[in-house]
């Protein structure tokens, strides 16, 4: 049977997955964690090397899993985590840790970079404000804070692509994550020579972009001796997370959103030009190349969505996360299930989702969360179904304002690990007031990528037609109170601007 190998290179681990390429149906899957780490408050690093011999054992992994069914990988596609900074010497030895997405730690490199650029030139240049989050700022951060290890940098690499670069022995950069570092020209698809002069950065420092549905190299038999991978099949370009989850939801064409639950929480709307937010002086949401050929998207980003569920399971959660490990049952479905009896709007109960910061609709790397209307007679309960309010009241900013930018969503596709709760697909549905709908990609990003691979390989013609044959809906649910939450949306709305002077800022004792 012809499978595709799709690998996902998350926050919290690797995902590796074989798709049959007729239907798209999982045949084997394996996943491999890894740590984070929190050297400062604020900062998030991960070692690539750990990443790598995460990707090495879940590719084996799923390898064996698959191996009795007698199958045959036709190519191989990567998704990844966006953002993160990979610094290469000259012999491509990686030189320090990456500082990943979720790091705030470039706040005072993002003013600088915009005073240096100019606002108005940079949105003109590269479609999107610095943010801490994206990669420039980081790459930035190095060079004042470590101008030893930045001398002897040659080549940046954001995460997945240093993957493939691992797997293939070629440096590229594939163009939907290239789009989130802040140097890509997105209208145009090429580093932006305007940003790398007022920034005095080494163009030599950027690789090659490349599309994300072409083959970039192909399996090296040095990693065919690693994983059992076959050498020389091809390996295709990839995307950005967040592209190859809306490749694998189907959404390819327009009139098509996603609303995407993992570490971060998104709300992703298919767009056929590069369009901009001006609605003020910076976009609040942000304009990337999408994975499919000629077509772009318009993103909003919660910084800590299903992380702040995961805080409440590490933090709060405690019995269920013991439990969890004796006996496999998923600490997040009993979680949920306890949020259940707890009525929507949890009776006056707030949380504010800002766990590592926050980007839409607010751009703050210093905002924080917490729960705000906390009285006797709530309970852990209720502060467990409040931080899903949060969370999707968080999305509802980031979807109000792709609403605004004129684009019609015709269809909202649901996804990641938070969208597998049906109660949280419900509070999600209720708070924006739409029909949400799930499809057969249960492993979206894998899947995506997948699909790139495929129509690298040759196995489709093109990545819509890659997504008709075997992305379908599976499941519908419908908006049931959307009133109550629109009265609660309001309030939640207000939180942050009434606390921002006290707790939108650095602090220190």
Known sequence: MQTLLGIDLGTTGVKAALFAVEDGRVLADAFVDYPLYHPAPGWAEQQPEEWWQATIAAIKACLVKGARQQLQVCGVGLSGQMHGVVLLDEQQQVLRPCIIWADQRSDAQCRWMTERVGAKQLIEYTSNPALTGFSAPKLLWVREHEPELFARARTMLLPKDYIRYRLTGRIAMEIS????TCLLDVRRGVWSQ????ALELDPALLPQVVPADTACGTISEEVAALTGLPSGIPVAGGGADNACGAVGNGV?????????????G??????????VDTSGPVPRVHTFNHAVPGAWYLMGVTQGAGLSLRWVRDNIGLPERALERWTGVDAYETLSQEAESVPPGCDGLLFLPYLQGERTPHLDAYARGGWIGLTA???????IRSVLEGVAFSLKDCFSIIQEQGLTLEQVRATGGGAKSPLWRQIIADVLGVELVTTNATEGPAFGAALLAGVAAGVYASVVEACERTVRVVEHTEPQRAAVYEQAYGIYRALYPALKPIISKPVSF
């Open 252 to 264: 390819v064409s327009p009139g098509l959103a996603l609303v995407s639950v993992g570490t971060s």
């Open 194 to 197: 305007e940003v790398l002069q």
């Open 177 to 180: 994550d290239a789009a989130g």
């Open 377 to 383: 007679s709530h309970d852990r309960r209720y502060l």
């Open 266 to 275: 998104i709300v992703l709307a298919h767009a056929e030009t590069p369009q």
